[in-house]
Structure formats: C-alpha cells, structure tokens
C-alpha cells in the first residue's frame, strides 16, 4: 500500500511563514516527480509546485519568489517553504506523487491534505 502523509499546515498570520512536509511510504521503487496542490473553498484544485527525480521544479505564477519546493534527504519526501503568505493562499495543501512505481502499478496517489489558513 503506498501512502502520502502530509503534515506542518495551521493557521498563520498574512506575511508569515509555513512550511509543509510529505512523505511517501510503500514498496515504492521509483517516483518521477512529487508536487503541491492546494484547492481553496468554492475553486478548483490548482497546481503549487513540483520537482521531478532530477530536480526540475515548476511552480504556479502566484507564488513564484514565495514558495520553495524541496526534495528531503529522507528518500520520497518533499517540503514546500511558504513565505509571504497572503489571504489568497489559503486552501487545503495536497501532495501528489506523480508516476509513482510500486509493482505491479505504476500510477499517481494523492495524500489527504492539510489546511493552511492565511489570516489576521
């Protein structure tokens, strides 16, 4: 059974900084890229960030210059870095593992999302 445990989400106020963890567990071979969505009350689910197992990240315009996206030393994990967090990016936080290879399937898992509320 593979798995995507996200943690590190809370309140925080406008300005402040967060930052959220994933990790991966299973019989997991191989994970092509790991990435953030958040999906904020009423919209839809939107990209944040992603880095590939060589390292290449791509990140929504909104948060260019703000967010981080990292891959841990711990293998299978990754941390998004959340500076000058605005009202805007208040949502539910998910983890995504994208071509993840835990035989006999090679396919995306999601994690269960973690709420980050931006406000004063």
């Known amino acids: 059974q593979v798995r995507l445990v996200e943690s590190g989400g809370g309140l925080v106020q406008p300005g402040g900084s967060l930052t959220l963890s994933c990790g991966a567990s299973g019989n997991i071979l191989s994970i092509s890229a790991m990435g953030w969505y958040r999906q904020a009350p009423g919209k839809q689910r939107e990209l944040v960030a992603t880095i590939t197992s060589s390292g290449s990240t791509n990140y929504a315009e909104s948060v260019k210059g703000r967010f981080t996206i990292s891959r841990g030393n711990v293998k299978n994990t990754v941390y998004l870095q959340m500076n000058s967090l605005k009202p805007e990016d208040t949502g539910v936080y998910y983890c995504?593992?994208?071509?993840?290879?835990?035989?006999?399937?090679?396919?995306?898992?999601w994690g269960q999302g973690t709420q980050v509320t931006v406000s004063s």
């Open positions: 995504k593992g994208e071509g993840v290879l835990a035989l006999p399937q090679l396919r995306d898992y």
